[in-house]
């Protein structure tokens, strides 16, 4: 792939990450004098119609959403008979890799994160859309502290059949709210107990279930209580364990009712937290891409 003209414009340059499904290209947009990058499915995966199916679906769920904290598609066609689809070149580190690199967050930091794609959830629901894979590792955090919500790969829309019931536990089960575990439809508030998961891990560097075994893990989801996170670490103000407990609830009734109510929960936290002395967390998240000093 490396120097290929897609569509006359798009010239690759390096390979800059590869999935179970498909690769990413960094590409230079001779027409837009930019760099996109360009998510093409691999030639072995494209021979199943049920991949194709889904790599549709993440262009169309994702195509369909403008937002500051959601990867913009561009374009798309085809390649030697695969899709492609080229998007906002992202240039940053997941969550995850983030969090593997420096550990927890700062409450301050983690709060912030949290708004971002509680407002980028809360459009996506507005629209219909169900991401149904919401973690660490499908968002991407930029250098000023931006994130990007990705990989909408097996989101669900309103005019898109559903593909399989097998598709249902594709996102990683450490997130998996238990309705969708016991085998439920996963809906907006499945996406905000996965968000609720995502807030846990970013203030205390863990997920809350852990067992080598994913079926266990699922039901754990469904029967065991949450940890506190102010167990875990006691420096974490009480607000956030209570957002994070009601993002979380087992039942679906009991938790925030939609990720803009989460969202406005979390600007409370950000008011009241004063614990970062004053300094602006808006441009200074450069020290989250280092290792925490011991």
């Not at 594709?170 to 439809?185: D, T």
Request: aromatic share 6%; proline share 4%.
């Amino acid at each position: 792939m490396i120097g290929e003209i897609l569509k006359d414009r798009y010239q690759i340059t390096s390979l800059i990450g590869e999935g179970g499904m498909a690769n990413v290209y960094l590409a230079s947009d001779k027409v837009n004098a930019r760099f996109v990058a360009i998510k093409i499915i691999k030639e072995e995966t494209a021979k199943d119609a049920l991949n194709i199916a889904r790599f549709q679906r993440e262009l169309k769920a994702a195509a369909a959403l403008i937002h500051p904290n959601i990867v913009r598609i561009y374009d798309c066609g085809e390649f030697d008979n695969r899709p492609f689809m080229v998007m906002e070149y992202v240039k940053g580190k997941s969550l995850k890799d983030v969090l593997n690199t420096r550990g927890m967050l700062s409450p301050t930091e983690a709060a912030d994160i949290m708004l971002q794609l509680t407002d980028a959830l809360s459009l996506a629901h507005n629209n219909g859309i169900i991401h149904r894979d919401i973690k660490p590792q499908n968002i991407l955090l930029q250098h000023d502290g931006k994130i990007k919500l990705s990989d909408f790969g097996i989101a669900t829309i309103p005019t898109a059949p559903s593909i399989t019931q097998q598709d249902m536990v594709l996102g990683s089960v450490h997130y998996m709210a238990p309705e969708v575990a016991k085998g439920s439809k996963a809906n907006a508030l499945s996406d905000v107990y996965s968000a609720g998961i995502t807030f846990f891990e970013l203030l205390t560097g863990k997920v809350p279930y852990e067992d080598s075994d994913a079926v266990k893990i699922a039901q754990k989801h469904i029967r065991v209580p949450l940890p506190s996170i102010t167990q875990i670490d006691k420096k974490i103000p009480e607000g956030y364990e209570r957002v994070v407990n009601k993002a979380c609830a087992k039942h679906p009734l009991e938790r925030y009712q939609s990720a803009k109510l989460m969202k406005n929960d979390i600007q409370k936290l950000m008011r009241i937290d004063v614990r970062e002395g004053g300094k602006s967390i808006w441009t200074k998240f450069l020290s989250i891409f280092k290792k925490k000093e011991k």
